[in-house]
């Protein structure tokens, strides 16, 4: 490989402790870019179909973006990815930080895993030098106390990537973390991690990525960072802002949601991150309330979610804090003395949610120590929130007892206990075995009818936001091959950060929000473009910060001359080949049902949401033909499989 890529792959096997740098073609690059893209390409081949996901001839695969390790705004992310854990479909996860860049720099454009360790390991690859080492030292260690350890031992500039108590435990909800916070959590991928014994990965090099057109890349950069870069806000502007959380009654009212033009949203995520949603998701329907079954303006008003509101959590907040090569820097840093935290990652919106309204839990304190213990076990706190709100609800309704948690008393809101749970199941002890693999595999040993409780995707719990208030969240939280996600491609999700405004040269259907054969189209495009995106190494963010030369800087990256429709191509072939790998589990995607409580039925009697129902299969079947795939099982048809050099895959299939 010429330009932007090193066009090899590193080979792991932990059990003979063997190392393998194997050559990639260059043709992969230019139709699946890198990521979960590139990762979906080699882990299809070498994943045999239908083994439990923790065995060890199931492999993990860790893969930087396209062009993460360059200085392309918001291009810091790398993707965990393979079989879950969670749903046994395809799996990936993805985390910013400077992990992934800490990738690129050894000369790699991935890491592939495989077998399983006699012992505790760790990897490390420090430069050009790859051992397996012993971790005895750091196993059971917290993930903070493990990068400390591996610091100390190989020198404060290396970048680290590990698991936690969870993924020790081969919980099937945990995740994968590094830069002390940022955490590849959804799909259970953690799981694969410790099924392997292997702790964490270590990293430190200095090889260099080559450019096709180094002085147009840069310029490129320069020009965007002019005006794409976040500013500091005055006096005012602060003043106003920091009032937009407690205007959170009028915009139910007015029915105003989140968007905004580019400079606004960047000054909010600068400033606020992604708790800004605190408050007004809770009032205006975004947000799942009481295991989906509440209504947030009547079951956790404004009254109660201003206690969790950013502006409380900011008063915490010690300094910015962003992912490499991120202009806006959304995160934050917190200290908390009343708890003795420090230097602790501001709590994203999705677990100030899955901990606060889906629980009724308003204590900020609470949802400080559950990040903070979430964070070193390395767990997802989507899915670990929404399994307690399942708890919860079999307590309430008599399925289980104290006699069965231990002696908890598991009520909506009762922070005291939530933290205790939150601490059974890291440690899988007691009542928090039962938990520790979600709240589906839960339900089938409860059994009693529990499984009514249990709000998932194939396995998959749901994330943090309503599809009757963003109507295609239900069909990608359905029909995804990775399922339950709101970070997949949704059409009306996407809206939020336009794609033709991201980049114009890809273009969406006019008018496709009123006509449904258009917005099939659209959600085509959308797919296409959401691959792409990913996989290029991009913050999912960027897309709702203005225009941004993404093609141009792909092209003067590689050399290659792309277009918008052949990466939309490209992004389509990746999308198809997730789905393949799914279908080859025998998982049955077309036919996937949600909760009701998820789709409205029955529907609300009142509040932001009342009246609506979401049936995502008409879309589906629409979508599916958009797709080149049969509307009635969403198998990929062969002629598309071929059109999209994946003849690969219909044996397999047919």
């Keep these: 490989m010429k330009y932007g890529c090193f066009g ?11 190392f393998e740098e194997r050559s990639v073609p260059e043709e992969f690059y230019q139709q699946y870019l890198g990521g979960y893209g590139l990762a979906v390409r080699l882990l ?44 046994n479909t395809w799996g990936d996860s993805n985390s910013g930080g400077t992990f992934g860049p800490g990738m690129k720099k050894c000369g790699f454009d991935g890491i592939i895993i495989k077998g399983a360790a006699n012992h505790p390991v760790y990897l490390k690859i420090i430069d050009d030098s790859i051992e397996i080492l012993d971790a005895g030292d750091i196993w059971g260690k917290d993930i903070l106390e493990t990068d400390e350890i591996l610091k100390n031992k190989h020198g404060r500039t290396v970048k680290t990537a590990g698991i936690g108590q969870s993924g020790e435990n081969m919980s099937r909800i945990s995740g994968i973390v590094n830069d002390g916070g940022r955490i590849a959590a959804r799909s259970g991928l953690g799981a694969l991690m410790g099924s392997k014994k292997l702790k964490a990965i270590v990293l430190k090099g200095n090889h260099k990525i080559t450019y096709f057109n180094r002085d147009k890349f840069t310029d490129l950069v320069k020009e965007y960072n002019k005006q794409g870069k976040a500013k500091e806000m005055g006096k005012m ?17 007015f029915k105003v949601g989140m968007a905004g033009s580019p400079n606004i949203l960047r000054a909010v995520y600068h400033n606020y991150g992604t708790a800004m949603g605190n408050t007004l998701s809770a009032e205006t329907g975004d947000s799942p309330v009481k295991n989906w079954k509440g209504i947030g303006m009547y079951d956790f008003p404004f009254s109660k979610s201003k206690e969790i509101s950013i502006n409380e959590i900011n008063k915490y907040k010690i300094s910015e804090y962003g992912c490499f090569s991120c202009p806006v820097q959304c995160g934050g840093i917190l200290n908390v003395p009343e708890l003795n935290i420090k230097e602790m990652h501001t709590p994203e919106y999705e677990t100030c949610c899955a901990f606060g309204t889906l629980l009724l839990n308003n204590d900020l304190h609470t949802l400080f120590e559950i990040n903070d213990l979430c964070n070193r076990a390395g767990i997802d706190t989507i899915s670990l929130g929404s399994t307690i709100g399942f708890a919860i609800e079999c307590f309430e309704n008599g399925i289980i007892n104290q006699e069965d948690t231990g002696g908890l008393d598991l009520n909506w809101g009762n922070s005291k206990e939530i933290i205790k749970l939150v601490k059974m199941i890291i440690a899988r002890n007691g009542f928090g075995d039962i938990l520790a693999d979600g709240s589906k595999i839960a339900s089938e040993k409860i059994g009693k009818g529990s499984e009514d409780f249990s709000i998932t995707s194939l396995g998959s719990e749901i994330a943090m936001h309503d599809p009757r208030y963003t109507e295609s969240l239900a069909f990608s939280y359905a029909f995804d091959p990775t399922p339950g996600r709101h970070t997949s491609a949704s059409i009306d999700f996407t809206d939020v950060g336009p794609i033709d405004k991201f980049e114009p040269r890809f273009k969406l259907p006019p008018k496709w929000k009123k006509n449904p054969d258009r917005k099939a189209e659209a959600q085509r495009v959308c797919t296409g473009f959401h691959q792409i995106l990913s996989s290029s190494g991009l913050c999912m963010f960027s897309a709702s910060m203005g225009e941004y030369p993404f093609i141009d800087l792909i092209n003067s990256l590689t050399g290659w001359e792309m277009s918008a429709e052949d990466l939309i191509t490209s992004g389509i072939r990746i999308q198809t080949l997730r789905q393949a790998f799914t279908l080859r589990e025998g998982i049955d995607i077309a036919n996937n049902k949600l909760p009701g409580r998820v789709l409205g039925i029955p529907p609300d009697v009142k509040g932001p949401l009342k009246g609506i129902t979401v049936e995502p299969e008409e879309f589906y079947g629409k979508y599916c033909e958009k797709m080149g795939w049969n509307p009635n099982d969403g198998y990929p048809l062969e002629e598309t499989l071929k059109k999209l050099d994946l003849e690969f895959v219909i044996k397999d299939l047919y």
């Design 44 to 87: 299809y081949e070498l994943t045999p179909p239908k083994l439990d996901p923790l065995h060890p001839d199931i492999p993990i695969g860790l893969f930087p973006g396209l062009m993460t390790g360059t200085p392309a705004p918001f291009s810091g992310r790398y993707m965990v990815a393979g079989k879950s854990p969670l749903t």
């Design 237 to 253: 502007m602060k003043f106003i802002m920091n009032k937009i959380p407690n205007m959170a009654k009028m915009m139910r009212k």
């Design 8 to 18: 090899k792959i590193l080979f792991v096997d932990l059990l003979k402790e063997q």
